[in-house]
Every structure is written in C-alpha cells, then in structure tokens.
C-alpha cells in the first residue's frame, strides 16, 4: 500500500560473507617470504584429458570452479559424464542439482550409456543452500557439482533464486565449505542476458577458475575457455564435440574448421592459422568481391570484426592499388568461428585479391598482421604456426619471414 511502511529482512550477504572470506587466511603476524612454504597443489583427473588441460593439468584440491553458458550449449552433460568418469572405485562424486530431479538426471546418464558402476556416485534434487552445505561433509564426496548456481536460495537472504544476493550467499557458501574440507567443487552458472548481472560475473572474483562453455547450438563443436584460473593458464581452450550419447573430446581439433572438400583450388579462398589459447587451428578464409550496384558498396564480414574489414580494404586500395572502392566485398570464415586474431590479416587481404583478380590460392596457408602502412607484422608464436600447416601437409606458406609489405605479396602472386 501507498505511504505504509514494512518491515524487511535487513539484506547482509553483500557484505558480512566477503569479510568471513579472508578469515580463514588471516593471522595477526606478516610472514617472511622465505619462511612461506610452498605446497604443490593435489590435483584430480576429470577423464577428459581436454578438460584437465584448461583446468591447467586437472583440478585443484579444495578450488571452486564456475562453468559459464548459455542455456542448453551442454554444461549438465559434461559435468554429469564428470562425475560419472569420477565416481568409480571408493570415490564419491556429489552432484546437486535445482535444475532437474534424480530420475531426470538418471535418464541422462543412462542416455551417455556408461558401462561403469557407478554406485558412488550421489545424486541430490535441491536448492536449499543451506541444507546442501549440511548435505556435503556427510557425504565425504571427492568432488561436489552444483547445477546451477542461480537456482539456490537461502532464508538467511532476501530475494529470489538468481538474484545477486541469493548467488552470491550460495556462491560464498559453497566456496568456503569447499576450502575447508578441500573437496573441489564446479559451479554451474547460466548466461543470460539478465544472468550476466546476477550469474558468472558477479562470481568471477570469488572463484578460482572461470570455464566458459561455447558453441552454436545448430553445430556440433563446444569450445571449453578458460577466463581466469589461479592454477593454470588463462585462454587454454578445449575442443569437444556435443554427441547423441553425450559430449565428446575430439582428436584431431585442429582440422575441426576445415571444409572437408580442398575449397582452396577456388577463387577467394585461403588458409589461415589462428591461435585460440597455446593452440593453432587451421582455417579457411572465403572472400567474394563483385561490382557494386549501388553508391555506398556493400561490405559484409562474418566472422570478424567488419572495421577490421574496412581497414584491410583501406589498406589493399592504398598500398596496393586495388580499386575496391566500388566493389561489394563480403567476407566469411569457413566453420563458423569468430576471430580476433590479426594474424588472419593477410589471409583476410589475399582470399580478396584472389576473388577480385580471379587467381587462385590452392594450398596456400597466409600468417601475419596488416599495419595501417601495408607492411606485414610478425605475429604471436609464429614458428608454432607454421609448425602446424606444415603438419597437415600444407608447405607453402606467406608470412612475414618471406615478405616484407602485402604490397610485395600481392605482387608475387600476379607474377
Ligand atoms: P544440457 O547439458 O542440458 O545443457 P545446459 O546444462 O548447458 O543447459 O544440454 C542440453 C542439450 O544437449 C539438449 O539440447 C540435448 C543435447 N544433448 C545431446 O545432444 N546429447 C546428449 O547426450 C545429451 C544428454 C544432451
Ligand atoms: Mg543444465
């Protein structure tokens, strides 16, 4: 009612649990550097060696680790294959879900059919937080799986499920139990476009590792990243492919964006090597450039960034002499991945000269960054990209170890 006053449960998780976070850490004296001694961390195997790979060599005794997606992209998959990779012998795996109920998750794990008995491994429909920390340190579970995060609430907090303070008491809650007993635990947060508030991001400082789940749901390939990790590296990617029975670690990634029939005999296309993380992955780059019917030409780029389009274009008619101005030019990266990398520069500039002066690139794999003066950069881990063309049979190719200016390149290639 207008004008009337309530009385509300005063809102403390904000502040009370960040400050307890700390205690367990903290003691009166400072330490001498050398006087610190260094443990080297336990770590668990998952079963997926793609996995423990992001992880930085599997995952840590006692860390929290949030895995980040979009709904349905396959996080309860990987994480119920997890657990029932994890579960066998005496270990136990806890897995909490406030998604679906046991007999739901039961479905699922008949569907990834595993052969294994799995008897240790724990299942628990609920979304009580609290009841879930008294559930966990009588369980004596190796691992704990929380399945998600932004479906948890506590009576101590004020708010919906999701909301910033009901996930970030669960969060504080789960993360603490899991420091003190060092049992890991992987948190589940969705994506969504209000989740981005209230799910992943207002978590990310609070756990040690941040995993992000990634594909388009009309393909079959997941891309594992890491954001953040205080055990391992940060950009590591794993390559997975999402299957009837279940998520799987493919074997030869690096192909994965590669057209299976050879497009590079064709006009506009090239390759290029584009580094996601430590690793390479071989790409197809396809140009398609025609007179324009209109006054302002079309540029259309999918795949990246158009004002990096626009600039390569700027580039290729000015250093160049290539008269693009009243040409379309559409340009696409084969596989459906975005790039960020500028190494897919010159690629991006040769797949145009070959649709526009119509010759053909077959085979040719193209590293290096455009500068704005035409001259090609050297870029990141060069020799390990090369090292990869080579791999997969592709011998010839342009980088700045042979070249100095695109300028000189699009010469070599009219000769
Ligand atoms: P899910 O793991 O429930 O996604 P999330 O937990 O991230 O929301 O995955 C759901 C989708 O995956 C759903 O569209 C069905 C599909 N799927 C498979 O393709 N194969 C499988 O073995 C399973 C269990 C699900
Ligand atoms: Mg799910």
């Known amino acids: 009612m207008w004008n009337t006053l309530k009385e509300i449960k005063v809102f403390q998780s904000l502040s009370t649990p960040v400050r307890q976070a700390s205690s367990s850490f903290q003691s009166s004296a400072p330490k001498r550097l050398d006087q610190i001694k260094f443990e080297k961390k336990q770590r668990l195997f998952t079963g997926f060696s793609e996995l423990d790979s992001v992880l930085g060599g599997g995952i840590v005794k006692g860390s929290a680790v949030l895995l980040a997606g979009d709904p349905g992209i396959g996080k309860s998959t990987l994480l119920l294959q997890i657990a029932l990779k994890m579960s066998v012998g005496k270990s136990v795996v806890l897995y909490i879900s406030g998604e679906e109920s046991e007999e739901q998750i ?14 240790n491994l724990l299942l628990s429909s609920n979304t009580n937080t609290d009841l879930i920390c ?47 007993l060092g049992i890991p635990i992987v948190m589940v947060g969705h994506v969504t476009k209000e989740g981005m508030v209230a799910g992943p991001m207002v978590l990310s400082h609070m756990v040690d590792t941040l995993l992000f789940l990634e594909g388009e749901k009309f393909t079959r390939t997941r891309i594992l990243r890491s954001l953040k990790n205080r055990f391992g590296p940060v950009d590591e990617v794993g390559i997975f492919a999402m299957e009837d029975e279940g998520i799987k670690e493919l074997q030869n990634p690096e192909q994965l964006f590669l057209s299976k029939n050879d497009n590079s005999a064709m006009n506009g296309s090239i390759l290029a090597v584009t580094m996601e993380g430590t690793r390479p992955f071989l790409i197809e780059i396809q140009a398609l450039v ?10 259309v780029a999918s795949g990246i960034d158009y004002k990096r389009l626009e600039l390569l274009l700027a580039v290729l008619q000015k250093h160049c002499n290539i008269p693009l101005g009243g040409m379309d030019v559409f340009v696409n990266i084969a596989g459906g991945i975005k790039l960020s990398d500028p190494g897919a520069d010159l690629s991006i ?53 042979k070249f100095q200016t695109l300028k000189d390149v699009v010469n070599s290639l009219s000769k």
């Open 290 to 299: 025609i007179p324009s019917k209109i006054p302002i030409p079309r540029r």
């Open 349 to 401: 500039c040769l797949a145009i000269v070959s649709s526009f002066k119509n010759i053909s690139l077959w085979r040719k794999v193209g590293i290096g960054e455009v500068g704005l003066l035409g001259e090609l950069r050297k870029v990141n881990a060069l020799e390990k990209r090369t090292r990869q063309a080579r791999k997969l049979g592709f011998r010839d190719i342009i980088s700045s170890e």
């Open 134 to 180: 008294e559930i966990i340190p009588k369980a004596k579970p190796m691992l704990v799986i929380v399945d998600s995060i932004q479906t948890m609430e506590s009576e101590n907090v004020s708010g919906l499920s999701g909301s910033v303070g009901q996930v970030r008491y669960a969060a504080f809650q789960f993360i603490k139990l899991a420091k003190t």
């Open 106 to 119: 039961k479905l699922r794990a008949d569907r990834i059919k595993t052969s294994r008995n799995n008897s």
